[in-house]
């Protein structure tokens, strides 16, 4: 790969991991709602789970894709009923009492390492990074992508944990906690948009 396609990968990476999208915007809140500490798996299995797909995908799933299209479409289905449940979850996290731990938990390693593979963000990155960054499908360059996005997420994921953190400090009441957690669950319907009309 040359000097100029790896420039091009590693903004497209960081753009695309830092942009607001399902795993950020739960990833806010679960910052407010739990603290950074207790989001670590959360980020963390995000990043691997990533890294993960972009190699499956790389490695032959992009192949089904290609083969059998209506296998994207019921991606699509499962992925949209998934986020709009997860939506609920949010909107209708119990709130902290007096310092205890908030009424829910945050995402596991594994739940969120799985959760890549029903969100539709996701499936948009690893399917165009490997489309114009590893055209020739060959083993080294799907190694190179899914490293370069595994460098680049983790420091996106964890600012939108900070940034839900720093909010906590504004959200100490019920109501306004409440509230943000069914702002941050109609962001996360909001992302739906692309999915479901997407553009051209």
Request: zero cysteines; charged letters at 10%.
């Amino acid at each position: 790969m040359s000097q100029a396609m790896l420039s091009a990968l590693v903004l497209f990476a960081l753009v695309s991991s830092i942009t607001p999208g399902p795993n950020n915007l739960m990833l806010m809140a679960s910052g407010a709602n739990f603290g950074f500490r207790r989001s670590i798996p959360h980020m963390l299995g995000i990043g691997v789970g990533f890294v993960v797909m972009v190699f499956l995908v790389g490695a032959g799933l992009i192949r089904l894709f290609d083969a059998f299209p209506v296998s994207y479409t019921l991606l699509k289905i499962g992925s949209v009923g998934y986020l709009l449940w997860l939506a609920w979850k949010i909107a209708n996290a119990a709130p902290p009492e007096d310092g205890a731990d908030p009424g829910g938990r945050p995402f596991s390693f594994l739940q969120a390492a799985l959760f890549q593979w029903v969100n539709p963000k996701a499936w948009t990155m690893a399917l165009t990074a490997i489309t114009l960054y590893a055209p020739d499908r060959s083993m080294a360059a799907i190694a190179l992508v899914a490293v370069i996005f595994g460098a680049v997420n983790l420091p996106s994921v964890s600012t939108w944990t900070v940034m839900g953190q720093q909010m906590r400090r504004i959200l100490t009441n019920p109501a306004r906690l409440r509230a943000f957690n069914w702002v941050m669950a109609l962001l996360l319907v909001a992302t739906l948009y692309p999915v479901l009309y997407p553009v051209g």
